[in-house]
């Protein structure tokens, strides 16, 4: 029987990173959780514990929310993370520096046998690796938007990741109940690449005026059974984040990844999907 981490830190506190040591916690892990400032930290156990109180009024939990929102505590600096921590989850914004900033405090902060996961959708897990005394206790571990409900950890294994360190991810992946796909590094993984492309397609359909939002999203969802259209799926991402990974991809893998203006005009007006109201969609 698989079985989770007895201690996982979770550095960052956002969207992301709260579903992350949700699930964590929900798998029995006790949960620590990095959040500069007070209000801040007290705001990511808020919304972890409201998140699990509503996921018990839909009979998803097998143990009280409460007694599950326990195993969750908030810590001020990476360098106040657990020492014993099993597994550590970058979950920071797209920032390949403030990315290795962070993961090398982690690394000095716990134990020589920990693993150190990123939880980048598109850069580089290699370079991230490079800043590390121990690159064969790193890879990405790429979670899905709302962690929760998501079934998918795509397992992202860089050329110095040891065979090891994959295995214990993949039975930690497991114990969360969740289904993993393993690739190599390489610019914007499996998922990311593809679900951009279509993304970006969509984007300029709009911008060409072929259709309606509604309608090219109708079309992928009836037509060719997706859970939801790409550019309801853009606005649920972020069109900030959208774009971000775009810029990368558009760098490392050329000119088909070229954000298209729409996007950009979006982004610079603020327009950022579902989190500030107005995207492709009205919220």
């Known amino acids: 029987m698989t079985s989770a981490p007895r201690t996982v830190a979770v550095i960052g506190g956002g969207r992301m990173g709260a579903g992350i040591a949700q699930s964590f916690a929900t798998a029995g892990s006790a949960v620590t959780v990095v959040e500069s400032g007070t209000e801040a930290a007290a705001?990511?156990?808020?919304?972890?514990?409201?998140?699990?109180?509503?996921?018990?009024?839909?009979?998803?939990?097998?143990?009280?929310?409460?007694?599950?929102?326990?195993?969750?505590?908030?810590?001020?600096?990476?360098?106040?993370?657990?020492?014993?921590?099993?597994?550590?989850?970058?979950?920071?914004?797209e920032d390949a520096a403030l990315k290795a900033r962070l993961l090398k405090t982690a690394e000095?902060?716990?134990?020589?046998?920990?693993?150190?996961?990123?939880?980048?959708?598109?850069?580089?897990?290699?370079?991230?690796?490079?800043?590390?005394?121990?690159?064969?206790?790193?890879?990405?571990?790429?979670?899905?938007?709302?962690?929760?409900?998501?079934?998918?950890?795509?397992?992202?294994?860089?050329?110095?990741?040891?065979?090891?360190?994959?295995?214990?991810?993949?039975?930690?992946?497991a114990a969360l109940g969740k289904q993993d796909v393993v690739v190599r590094d390489s610019p914007g993984f499996a998922s990311s690449r593809l679900g951009l492309a279509l993304g970006l397609e969509a984007i300029r359909m709009v911008e060409e005026g072929v259709a309606a939002p509604e309608a090219i999203d109708d079309a992928m969802r009836l037509g060719y059974k997706h859970p939801m259209g790409p550019l309801r799926l853009t606005d649920l991402v972020g069109l900030d984040v959208r774009l971000a990974i775009a810029e990368y991809l558009h760098a490392t893998l050329g000119d088909r990844f070229a954000p298209p203006r729409l996007l950009r005009d979006k982004v610079a007006r603020g327009e950022l999907g579902h989190k500030t109201g107005q995207g492709f969609y009205t919220w």
Do not use: C, K, Y
Not at 53 to 80: I, K, M, S, W
Not at 141 to 146: D, K, Q, S
């Open 43 to 93: 705001a990511v156990l808020e919304r972890i514990g409201g998140s699990l109180r509503r996921a018990a009024e839909r009979g998803h939990l097998t143990e009280d929310a409460e007694q599950v929102a326990g195993r969750v505590a908030a810590v001020p600096t990476v360098a106040a993370l657990p020492a014993d921590a099993e597994l550590v989850v970058e979950a920071v914004p």
């Open 108 to 173: 000095d902060a716990v134990g020589d046998t920990a693993v150190l996961a990123t939880n980048t959708s598109s850069l580089s897990v290699t370079d991230l690796a490079a800043v590390l005394r121990r690159p064969e206790r790193f890879l990405g571990m790429h979670f899905f938007n709302p962690v929760p409900a998501s079934a998918l950890v795509e397992i992202v294994v860089a050329p110095g990741t040891a065979p090891g360190t994959v295995e214990s991810v993949l039975e930690w992946t």
